[in-house]
């Protein structure tokens, strides 16, 4: 009886400091945002995609199945296809389901920019960062496209937190290395969706070296975010011990991967005028183009430029760490070297900017709080939240247009195919990998990819030739491709051609064709 009643108190207590935590006006405003946040996510649902996704869900299938082994780059991202292949194996393989991590973390991001937010200023700078993290083109787009990168930002985002809050808030000791600690644990999860993860130590390292420098004086307890993340590096690597005898194999494989030079030319993207373009919506020339529908940013990054003017003048100290954090990792993503022994610019691609969307975000909360504290400030503030949502959404919806544009000739390839009768399909792996998951992964020994393939060897199949769009011009993976399917065979019957709606460059380059070789 006393057992029964120690629980009620505990809970009772326990529901009393979550109420503490919001006020019910904040509480409300949050979940009406979160509420928003999954209906835009679900109307631009992106699902199966052209990028690393394809070999993500095939990594996961593997893994249900028994017959999955790390090697390369790929493959070593555990915490990716592991909550992937938990995720298929809980609801089966769908659209839906390989989604889900991607979507429930974005979520989760709008959560911890909140708490970030409030922790170092207030609950009315949270609301206007979740509220713009809600609409945020780049998260909405990547919350639902099986990738990496939102994951790899609510993981971050999350150490960040856990840092700030050890750094600002805690005095006493032991929970003071406690959110060291796990701060360091979620730079190792990181880590392990991306070698990118750890750029955040960069954050770090800064921040206790300007502090050493201010107050002459070195900050030990700092070491346990490096035992956090020793802690996860350890766990991953006697994994990979187990599995190959390689307990470095990341480090190993990430490290000679990310510095093959030759990959600068077709793979890597390295010009340095890349970001700022972007970033600020800018053409070759430097010209703002106002009128480009598909970009994440539009003139948000403007603001983050004035944000930190505006902190600065105003000498708004509790806002430098948040500087710092964006600054110290984009400077490292626009100079830095992918190697530890030579110079290689850093590979450079609009979602890699996930990693600093949050600190962007925090920044242009505090701008905006600060310059509605008087009656002319909220209309003014109020008008430059309401423009950037409105165009957010505009650019959201001809970016999922051109997202889905660009596999719809894929799954008219895919309906076509499963109502025909069952044999090898010959394509390119793009197109292999994107049907291997709409047939659930039950029909993997049919399709084959057109690699080193003799065309006398392609008897009794299906060969699809111009499939994925986007890749058509990519000549380094059509180069080993049989001169048959350039050159169809006269006794190839031309079954089906994929027309779509979708007619944007460079999808719009030529229809796919399905032929029948006897």
Not at 161 to 175: D, S
Not at 196 to 219: P, R, T
């Amino acid at each position: 009886m006393k057992k029964k009643k120690s629980n009620i108190e505990f809970s009772s207590i326990f529901i009393k400091k979550i109420q503490r935590s919001f006020s019910s006006r904040s509480a409300l405003i949050l979940v009406v945002i979160l509420t928003l946040a999954i209906i835009i996510r679900l109307i631009f649902f992106i699902g199966l995609n052209w990028s690393d996704d394809v070999n993500y869900v095939h990594l996961a299938d593997q893994i249900i199945k028994g017959t999955y082994r790390p090697s390369y780059v790929n493959s070593l991202r555990l915490m990716m296809i592991f909550p992937l292949a938990l995720c298929f194996k809980l609801f089966g393989v769908s659209q839906a389901s390989a989604a889900l991590y991607p979507f429930l973390l974005s979520l989760g991001n709008i959560i911890i920019i909140f708490f970030i937010s409030r922790l170092l200023f207030n609950e009315k700078v949270g609301i206007i960062a979740t509220l713009v993290l809600a609409f945020f083109p780049l998260d909405v787009n990547y919350a639902t496209w099986i990738m990496g990168d939102v994951p790899l930002a609510f993981y971050t985002s999350l150490s960040a937190y856990f840092f700030i809050r050890a750094e600002f808030k805690e005095k006493r000791i032991n929970r003071k290395r406690l959110f060291f600690f796990l701060s360091g644990i979620f730079v190792g999860f990181a880590y392990s969706l991306k070698f990118f993860g750890l750029l955040i130590f960069i954050f770090f390292a800064s921040y206790f070296i300007i502090k050493g420098v201010i107050k002459k004086k070195l900050e030990l307890n700092a070491i346990f975010i490096f035992f956090g993340y020793l802690l996860f590096f350890i766990a991953e690597g006697l994994f990979y011990y187990i599995s190959t005898g390689d307990f470095l194999l990341q480090v190993h494989s990430g490290f000679s991967y990310f510095a093959q030079k030759e990959r600068l030319k077709y793979e890597f993207v390295t010009d340095f005028h890349f970001y700022p373009m972007v970033m600020f919506n800018l053409d070759y020339n430097y010209r703002p183009m106002w009128n480009n529908k598909y970009t994440y940013f539009g003139f948000f990054y403007y603001f983050v430029v004035i944000s930190i003017i505006f902190i600065i003048l105003k000498k708004i100290k509790k806002a430098y760490i948040i500087i710092l954090w964006f600054v110290s990792i984009f400077l490292y993503m626009q100079f830095g070297t992918m190697s530890i022994t030579e110079y290689i610019p850093m590979h450079r691609l609009d979602r890699h900017l996930t990693t600093i969307e949050v600190p962007s975000i925090i920044l242009f909360s505090i701008f905006i709080y600060y310059l509605g504290k008087n009656k002319l400030g909220k209309i003014v503030s109020s008008v430059i939240v309401f423009a950037l949502i409105v165009s957010f959404l505009i650019y959201i919806k001809h970016i999922h247009y051109m997202q889905k544009g660009a596999v719809e000739d894929t799954i008219r390839i895919f309906e076509f195919l499963k109502d025909q009768p069952k044999k090898v399909v010959y394509s390119d792996y793009g197109t292999i990998g994107h049907l291997m998951f709409y047939f659930q992964f039950k029909r993997n020994e049919d399709f084959r990819a057109l690699d080193y393939v003799r065309c006398e060897d392609i008897k009794d199949a299906y060969v699809i030739i111009n499939a994925t769009r986007g890749w058509i011009e990519f000549w380094p993976m059509f180069q080993s491709y049989p001169s048959c399917v350039f050159n169809p065979p006269e006794d190839w019957q031309l079954i089906a051609v994929i027309k779509s709606n979708f007619s944007e460059y460079p999808y719009n380059l030529f229809d796919p064709k399905i032929y029948y070789a006897p």
